[in-house]
């Protein structure tokens, strides 16, 4: 059961489970003596940020988490940050709510698992930092963004800017299909084997790319590019159709950023 208050109210049991965590890892790094802030949010949100027991869309999100598409809402309940000499860090920790409990359940599978995506490059900054005992310098910055809501899908983008002697961008992307409150991959929504059709695409359009501008070059075929993931990192875009997205340096140079490649499936 979710916790409830004198205004007969409660707190989704997923983001008090999250909230007592953040606050006990505060509380940890205070008493390792870390130049470590948590968000007064954390503060705000235990008392804030709940669902009255009629929920259409966990309540427009209390008036202050915003609404995404009558059906998610999405908020920073942590934020790690750091600044000592040579070494900075930002780090915001969003929180998906969700309008029903069955769909909250599933979110909250997605809460987790970016909370200790984060947590692990918050311990390796840490790690680095010590390591390096006041010399060198070390940056980790991560923030959300949400990059579909459509009738059908959202999808939250999480991304982690890490840079020691070399900077290293990642995205991460967690899609939902609002009809069934689920987590979807790629072959969910086209079906067992669609990495093959996919991929072909996405092959020919680097080719076409490389063509026309020989400034731009990709790693295709041997050691490079074969074939996306199963659990590739993709979106819905406006129209519909599959933007597919990849980490830097996974198919491309560094200076060629996050390739993204939208994908036109008959």
Known sequence: MAEKNNNNIRVPDGLMTLLETSMNKAEAHKKRRKRVAYSA???????????????????QALSGLPVIGNAFGVVTVRDFSEDTPGYFADVKVPYI????????AEADKINEEIDKSLDEAVADFEQLREEAEGKGFGELLSDWEIVSDSSDYFTLKVSAYTSNADGFMKEDYYNIDKKTGKRVLLSDVYGAGCEKKITEDVVRQMKEQMEEDESLSYFIGGDGFTQIAEDQDFYMDENGEPVICFD???VAPAYMGTPEFTVHIE
């Open 41 to 59: 949010a954390i503060l705000v949100l235990a008392a804030c940020l709940v669902l009255p027991n009629t929920t259409p869309a966990v309540s």
């Open 248 to 250: 830097e340096m996974e």
């Open 97 to 104: 709510a969700a309008a029903d409990a069955g769909s909250q």
